[in-house]
């Protein structure tokens, strides 16, 4: 399986995950100039900007690691973007992880503040 392959089942394990966790989706793969977004979603009050990192492995780190400040810099500026056209500026916001390590998800609620 290449990786774009493990990328497209990891973000659907991450629907089906958050769904039945109260996570109501909004949109999947949000992309602008600006950045992509690969799920937002509305949870405890909150329009939650998630970012799904999946692995096979941690032989390269844990998926977490993959999103680095600039990744986390490009999602903030793609979640600005998405509140201004949506009309929403001024909601409450967080920034998700979900990381998926062969097969085990794991949500990371408000893993990072831009």
């Known amino acids: ?23 109501k989706i909004l949109e999947r793969n949000f992309r602008c100039k600006l950045g992509e ?4 979603a509305f949870n405890e009050g909150f329009i ?10 941690d032989k ?3 998926p977490r690691e993959a999103v680095s400040p600039y ?3 490009r999602i ?16 409450s916001v967080r920034f998700d992880v979900v990381e998926i390590l062969s097969g085990n998800v794991n949500v990371l609620k408000d893993a990072f503040r831009p």
Do not use: C, P
């Not at 977004?37 to 937002?40: E, F, L, S, V």
């Not at 939650?48 to 492995?57: G, H, L, N, P």
């Open 37 to 40: 977004i690969d799920i937002i």
């Open 1 to 23: 399986m290449n990786t774009h392959s493990i990328g497209v089942a990891g973000e659907d394990l991450a629907v089906k995950y958050l769904s039945k966790r109260k996570y």
């Open 71 to 73: 990744k986390q810099q």
């Open 76 to 91: 903030a500026s793609a979640a600005q973007y998405w509140l201004y056209t949506n009309k929403l500026v001024g909601r």
């Open 60 to 62: 390269f780190g844990l």
């Open 48 to 57: 939650a900007f998630i970012e799904v990192k999946s692995r096979s492995d």
